[in-house]
């Protein structure tokens, strides 16, 4: 690498802080990841800065040998062999080995002039990511990073092992469907589920299968994979009162001050932890259908606007009471 971009990976390293680096920094195991582990801040002579060969080494003549001229010269090294030779196969791996296969300079083919990259050194174990992986997965004996369905997942959404047994995850709803058809009916369970990391990620997710274990698996990964951020003010509750409609269930969703907690019904205050948020209250009228209600509340959180926004469109100047004249004690 230049200086120049040396400098800008030190200013880039610079500015990220300490504590966010603890917090969201991580080893990546997505397929677009390096196949070595390296923190950039040195130059590695075999990688960065690599040994080519000179200019002079390159032949334009350079071309293969035919077939009657390595005919030839296999039946040069013939007339050579000794007949009181024990191990002819000796003599031949030597053969093969200084034989040559072009014509023109020794050099051409010998040490090749190329502008390919080097091949990446042999590397020693501790080095690996799959020892680093196997270390940081296999630590309390759990072998289900190994499984096929928890590989994709991890490939889809770019989360690591430990990341995905962290997130909170709750089945909201568990009923046995029928699909009946000209063979008679057809029994399913479905299982409704959310998943969040507590920090404004949250996502629901379906799942239909025969087997209950094989349903709740399935809404487990579509919930992990649907996350997405939802706005939090303060980290606590949401910006303002929103609603929510689907189907005939409606909802609304009230921003409540701190100390309130979560006063609703069961479905919302799942996934108002899943999601992050202590203090919100919460209406649900006409239909209270749970995957409706679930959904709704989905939508709801999703419809949040900034209060930077409306001011930018009123063209109004914003200014947060609260924090500025109450240093946020109300």
Sequence with gaps: MSPTQFAALEAGEAAISPDDLLEQGAIRFDPMAIKYLDDFTETRTVIDDPVRAPESNYDPKLRFKEEDELADD??????????????????FAEFEK???LTVGKPEAELNPRSYEAPEIPVLTDSMTRSAVKNATVGEDGDDAASDPHMQRLMKQTGMQYDQIKRLRLKVLNVHRVVNLTRMGKIFSMYYLTVAGDGKGMVGIG???????????????????????????????????DVKGKLGATELQLMTRPPGFGIRCQHLIFEICKCAGISDLAAR??????PMNVVKATMQALLSQKLPEDV????GKKLVDVRKVYYGGLV
């Design 74 to 91: 296999l039946s040069k090294w013939v007339d050579s062999l000794d007949i009181d030779d024990a191990d002819p196969s000796k003599s």
């Design 98 to 100: 200084r034989n040559r």
């Design 206 to 240: 379906e799942g239909k299968s025969s087997e209950p274990e094989d349903a709740q698996r399935q809404s487990a990964a579509n919930a992990i994979r649907n996350m997405v951020p939802v706005m939090r003010y303060e980290e606590r509750t949401i910006f303002g």
């Design 284 to 289: 649900v009228t006409r239909a209270r259908n």
């Design 311 to 314: 001011a930018r469109a009123r």
